[in-house]
């Protein structure tokens, strides 16, 4: 009876000893598809009672008839302890993708450094040749759960439906059998890891394919030149405003820097 005893003593100190390893990894990889329907955007921009000039009127038009149904790329998010970096993959896109991906400011190759400890992310800006870094304290995400379930990449993911900046809805999938707090880009704020990402005024949907666990170092730098340094956004305003965006107003350039947060 003892010897029975100490047998189930030392499965059950298995199982818990199993159970952390399998539920609460801290450093790994999330490889993401993301999915732009380009066309039900195109679509809704047209429509819209929004003033284009006429070259943006002729960009959509000819984006319309020959650019592709949706836009897929893919991008990787590295964690270890309470740091992440987001990024998209460099890929070989063929010549319509890379005609919407100009026009659009959301399709552009992304870079972001979350650190959840500091509660700041650093985001590298490319215009043209231009590379700035943006810093400032995480923005936050209204979350409500739902009891909506489904494994994405292996992984049980619960659904929350979440508010950007006030406006913008989104709905997200995360699990917590791996700890980090964070997902694609800016969307965050979770007990958990977002592996599933639909932001249905974007024409927009991002879910996880594959997690890798290892022990890579997450870095903060984003750019190889030395001379770009993280400002306030503020300080990229004024910048914006003396360069790429004088014609614009604050307002306007508020309304541009928004994207970033995808």
């Known amino acids: 009876m003892k010897q029975l005893f100490y047998i189930l003593l030392f499965v059950f100190c298995g199982n818990i000893t199993f159970a952390q390893y399998t539920y609460f990894p801290n450093s790994g ?32 038009e000819f984006l319309q008839k020959n650019g592709p149904a949706e836009l897929v790329t893919h991008h990787t998010l590295k964690f270890n ?8 993959v460099k890929e070989d896109y063929p010549s319509n993708y ?3 991906m100009w026009y ?9 450094y979350v650190d959840y400890k500091k509660g700041t992310f650093n985001k590298l800006l490319v215009f043209g040749d231009e590379e700035l870094i943006l810093t400032d304290t995480i923005p936050k995400v209204k979350w409500k759960y739902t009891d909506e379930y489904r494994n994405i990449a292996g992984y049980d993911c619960r659904r929350a439906n979440g508010l950007i900046q006030d406006s913008i809805y989104v709905v997200a999938f995360f699990t917590n059998q791996l700890e980090v707090p964070g997902g694609p880009e800016l969307i965050q704020g979770l007990p958990g890891t977002i592996l599933g990402v639909s932001i249905p005024s974007l024409n927009m949907n991002m879910f996880a394919t594959k997690v890798e ?6 870095s903060s730098t984003l750019t190889n030149k030395k001379k770009v340094v993280p400002e306030s956004k503020e300080a990229i305003i004024q910048k914006l405003k003396s360069s790429v965006y004088d014609w614009m107003d604050d307002k306007q350039i508020q309304k541009e820097l928004s994207k970033v947060f995808f």
Do not use: C
């Not at 490889?31 to 959509?60: C, P």
């Not at 666990?213 to 997450?218: H, K, S």
């Open 213 to 218: 666990l290892n022990n890579d170092v997450i």
């Open 81 to 88: 302890g309470m740091e992440t970096l987001f990024e998209t």
């Open 29 to 60: 990889t999330v490889t993401y598809e993301r999915k732009f329907h380009l066309q039900n955007f195109l679509k809704r921009t047209m429509g819209a009672k929004v003033d284009l000039d006429i070259w943006d009127k002729s960009s959509l």
């Open 98 to 100: 890379r005609n919407a």
């Open 104 to 112: 659009i400011p959301l399709m552009s190759d992304s870079k972001t």
